[in-house]
Nanobody, 113 residues
Framework: QVQLVESGGGLVQAGGSLRLSCAGS????????MGWYRQAPRLQRELVAS?????TTNYADSVKGRFTISADNRNVYLQMNNLQVDDTAAYYC?????????WGQGIQVTVSS
């Protein structure tokens, strides 16, 4: 079993920065991909960024050049710069192992104009 706990969300003004962290714990597991998703009210959950065990990253077009994903051991981070109002959402940490995927409980990011 894998547990994922997010931290670092909050309220920030447009143009500001936040750093999200996700701590993974539980029985021994090998993660193939870790990532961040977000879901705004009345919208579907969407991929923000992901990183493979080999370090390959992938970003949604809307965040390229502003967000940076990184990882170490079982932890994954999302540095978010130049935040915009449209980035307001609940952000979820995700981990994919050989057998299943896991989700964190989500953390709110609110960007004010």
């Amino acid at each position: 079993q894998v547990q994922l706990v997010e931290s670092g969300g909050g309220l920030v003004q447009a143009g500001g920065s936040l750093r999200l962290s996700c701590a993974g714990s539980g029985s021994s597991f090998v993660v193939n991909v870790m990532g961040w998703y977000r879901q705004a009210p009345r919208l579907q959950r969407e991929l923000v960024a992901s990183i493979t065990r080999g370090g390959t990253t992938n970003y949604a077009d809307s965040v390229k050049g502003r967000f940076t994903i990184s990882a170490d051991n079982r932890n994954v981070y999302l540095q978010m710069n130049n935040l915009q109002v449209d980035d307001t959402a609940a952000y979820y940490c995700n981990a994919v192992t050989l057998t299943r995927e896991y989700w964190g409980q989500g953390i709110q990011v609110t960007v004010s104009s």
